[in-house]
């Protein structure tokens, strides 16, 4: 088991030259170098990120002012990891502590590792081979990362082209619709109005006819009467003929109207989900912990289920079924009280889904559009809310 002298922790100008660039890089970002070079100097630096990191690391070799900044900052930084090694007492032992803790961070143990009175050479090398090999890949995963967030935002841009194409032309056949519609009902109309007005001058003919027959009962004039009537008679006929038919061409046209809005009302929910998942690339994680969550609509019998999965992570858990069974004037009040709202659109009335979609588009309030009811659905939703990208 190899061991080291001495019980003294080292200090930043101390260490092996190599150390200096990745303890600088590593454990102090680069707001917070900038604020200890401001701070010793009394001054605001200008310089680049990469100046300022190259003049602070031409400052560790010897005990500068910077240097003693930057040492007390390392030290009130990460004073937990160093209490945590204190209790560490051979090299051997230091090691697998680094190798532990690094698993769930780099800056404090890489700090209050180097520092350790048990820190050997041959350890001090391993570790900074680490750290130099771990830079090299975390900025490929940061580009890696970039990449795809722009790949993500041009999806984004394409659907969002694509919806408004959509809608556009959805808006355009429904206004169509609705001005074919209007000029079909004035036809209807008007047709009514020459009905009634041909009724009222056939019974007028009709009391003619028969003050007719009673002051002449002569055969001809009467047989001449009989014409005149048959033919009233015949363009009676045409005109109910005609009212008919435009009562047929009314009927066609309502049922495409019908066709038309069930096409929107089909083309909404899928729109809907589309704009959600792009909106929830790992832009901005969502924390739920103590927030109220509420779940509008899908299966009465998972209901425990949405329960346990929203209180899983800290958050507080409210239902409401969608105007199944529940009044609907509840939801608005449910809706006001919620935090975040998960609606489940394949399970919820019409009319409760425009409700949540105006409230939240009203209020700014965060909604998620989850179309299979499942509880792995709700979970992966879950999921993509609190995803954080490793920086």
Same mark, same amino acid.
């Given at each position: 088991m190899?061991?080291?002298?001495?019980?003294?922790r080292?200090?930043?100008?101390?260490?092996?030259?190599?150390?200096?660039c990745p303890v600088?890089?590593v454990?102090?970002?680069i707001p917070v170098?900038r604020?200890v070079v401001?701070?010793t100097?009394?001054?605001h630096?200008?310089?680049t990120?990469?100046?300022?990191?190259?003049?602070?690391?031409?400052?560790c070799?010897s005990?500068?002012p910077?240097a003693?900044g930057m040492q007390?900052e390392?030290?009130?930084?990460?004073?937990l990891a160093?209490?945590q090694?204190?209790?560490?007492?051979?090299?051997?032992a230091?090691g697998?502590?680094?190798?532990?803790a690094?698993?769930?961070?780099?800056?404090?143990p890489l700090w209050?590792?180097?520092?350790?009175p048990?820190?050997?050479?041959d350890?001090?090398?391993?570790?900074?081979?680490?750290?130099h090999?771990?830079?090299?890949?975390?900025?490929a995963?940061q580009r890696?990362?970039?990449?795809r &967030?722009?790949t993500l935002?041009d999806?984004?841009t394409? =659907?969002? *082209?694509? +919806?408004?194409n #959509? /809608? $556009?032309?959805?808006?355009?056949?429904a206004?169509?619709?609705?001005?074919?519609?209007?000029?079909?009902?004035?036809?209807?109309?008007?047709l009514r109005?020459?009905v009634?007005?041909?009724?009222t001058r056939?019974?007028?003919?009709?009391?003619?006819?028969s003050?007719?027959?009673?002051?002449?009962p002569?055969?001809?004039?009467?047989?001449?009467?009989?014409?005149d &009537?048959?033919?009233?008679?015949k363009?009676?006929?045409? =005109?109910? *003929?005609a +009212?008919?038919? #435009? /009562? $047929?061409d009314?009927?066609?046209?309502?049922?495409?109207?019908?066709i038309?809005?069930?096409?929107?009302?089909r083309?909404a929910p899928?729109?809907d989900?589309a704009l959600?998942?792009?909106?929830s690339?790992?832009?901005?994680?969502?924390?739920?912990e103590d927030?109220?969550v509420?779940?509008v609509?899908?299966?009465?019998?998972?209901v425990p289920?949405y329960?346990?999965i929203?209180?899983s992570?800290?958050?507080r858990?409210?239902?409401h079924?969608?105007?199944?069974?529940?009044s609907?004037?509840?939801?608005?009040?449910?809706l006001?009280?919620a935090?975040?709202?998960?609606?489940?659109t394949?399970?919820?009335?019409h009319n409760?889904?425009?409700?949540v979609?105006?409230?939240?588009?009203?209020?700014?309030?965060q909604?998620l559009?989850?179309?299979n009811p499942g509880?792995?659905?709700l979970?992966?939703?879950?999921?993509?809310?609190q995803?954080?990208?490793?920086a």
């Open positions: 190899q061991t080291t002298t001495g019980s003294r080292r200090k930043l100008w101390e260490l092996e030259d190599r150390a200096f600088i890089g454990c102090l970002p170098l604020r401001n701070k100097f009394r001054g630096n200008v310089d990120d990469y100046a300022l990191h190259s003049g602070a690391v031409g400052q070799g005990r500068t910077l003693e007390r390392l030290e009130q930084r990460y004073a160093i209490r090694a204190a209790s560490v007492k051979t090299t051997e230091l697998h502590w680094w190798n532990e690094s698993q769930k961070d780099l800056a404090g209050a590792t180097l520092t350790h048990r820190c050997s050479t350890l001090e090398r391993q570790i900074l081979g680490e750290v090999m771990l830079q090299h890949q975390v900025g995963a890696a990362d970039l990449q &967030l722009q935002t999806h984004n394409t =659907l969002t *082209r694509e +919806l408004s #959509a /809608q $556009q032309r959805i808006n355009q056949l206004s169509e619709g609705a001005n074919r519609l209007k000029m079909l009902q004035d036809q209807v109309l008007q109005t020459e009634i007005t041909r009724d056939l019974a007028s003919l009709q009391q003619q006819l003050a007719l027959e009673a002051s002449v002569d055969l001809a004039c009467r047989t001449k009467q009989a014409a &009537l048959a033919q009233q008679a363009q009676i006929q045409a =005109l109910e *003929r +009212l008919q038919q #435009a /009562q $047929q009314n009927e066609r046209n309502s049922r495409v109207i019908d038309q809005a069930a096409e929107l009302k083309l899928q729109t989900a959600t998942d792009a909106a690339a790992p832009l901005k994680p969502v924390q739920l927030r109220a509420l779940c609509g899908g299966r009465t019998a998972s289920q329960r346990d929203i209180e992570v800290g958050a858990f409210a239902h079924d969608g105007g199944e069974e529940e609907l004037t509840k939801l608005d009040t449910t006001a009280a935090d975040l709202v998960i609606c489940q394949g399970c919820i009335s409760a889904y425009w409700r979609k105006d409230h939240c588009k009203r209020t700014g309030k909604c559009f989850v179309e509880t792995a659905s979970k992966r939703a879950l999921s993509e809310l995803h954080t990208a490793v």
